[in-house]
T-cell receptor, first 111, second 115 residues
Framework: KQEVTQIPAALSVPEGENLVLNCSFT??????LQWFRQDPGKGLTSLLLIQSSQREQTSGRLNASLDKSSGRSTLYIAASQPGDSATYLCAPSSNTGKLIFGQGTTLQVKP | EPEVTQTPSHQVTQMGQEVILRCVPI?????FYWYRQILGQKVEFLVS????????KSEIFDDQFSVERPDGSNFTLKIRSTKLEDSAMYFC?????????????FGPGTRLLVL
């Protein structure tokens, strides 16, 4: 059974810092991995999708990497801004498309 | 930009009552999903749906739950007899192709409170 862990659970940084959010998963037989952003009481916004054959995916200030064999993914946020404050969720996909979510990392970026 | 919509945004119901949560997936998408998030907990998969059939369901998705695509645009989740523990945020998602290859796009959610 796939288990997803995200470290740290919470992070508070001053504006402008570069930061790394970590995601680990127990079953390396994944098909893709999505990173989402969730604002309090809101839905999930997809940030990046990495296919299992890819090592990296970039969108603006966000860069996600995937090491399938070791069961790890990282989300790198460059030059963080207060508007980046949210909970970040990673979710690897099974062969059927089912997403298994981690608990998330709650990020606060202080002005 | 097309997006998944869900109605209602909030629903309060009495234990034992039936509720229907509605979703309008993105128009050219073929795969549909329901997830839920109990307050303070992880987002959990409930069911996936393709070609008018359930593709996969979790152990949470018991006989009290059903899904339907009654027309070409709506996708519904019905809970026949709600329990207190069904209180959660319910998210609908859709993807253009199979979810193991394509991005799943989530709706804003319906917050269900069972009293």
């Amino acid at each position: 059974k796939q288990e997803v862990t995200q470290i740290p659970a919470a992070l508070s940084v001053p504006e402008g810092e570069n930061l790394v959010l970590n995601c680990s998963f127990t079953d390396s037989a994944i098909y893709n991995l999505q990173w989402f952003r969730q604002d309090p009481g809101k839905g999930l916004t997809s940030l990046l999708l990495i296919q299992s054959s890819q090592r990296e995916q970039t969108s603006g200030r966000l860069n996600a990497s995937l090491d399938k064999s070791s069961g790890r993914s990282t989300l790198y946020i460059a030059a963080s801004q207060p508007g980046d404050s949210a909970t970040y969720l990673c979710a690897p996909s099974s062969n059927t498309g089912k997403l298994i979510f981690g608990q998330g990392t709650t990020l606060q970026v202080k002005p | 930009e097309p997006e998944v919509t869900q109605t209602p945004s909030h629903q309060v119901t009495q234990m034992g009552q039936e509720v229907i949560l509605r979703c309008v997936p993105i128009s050219n998408h073929l795969y549909f999903y329901w997830y839920r998030q109990i307050l303070g907990q992880k987002v959990e998969f409930l069911v996936s749906f393709y070609n008018n059939e359930i593709s996969e369901k979790s152990e949470i998705f018991d006989d009290q739950f059903s899904v339907e695509r009654p027309d070409g645009s709506n996708f519904t989740l019905k809970i026949r007899s709600t329990k207190l523990e069904d209180s959660a945020m319910y998210f609908c998602a859709s993807s253009p192709g199979q979810g193991n290859r394509e991005t799943q796009y989530f709706g804003p959610g319906t917050r269900l409170l069972v009293l």
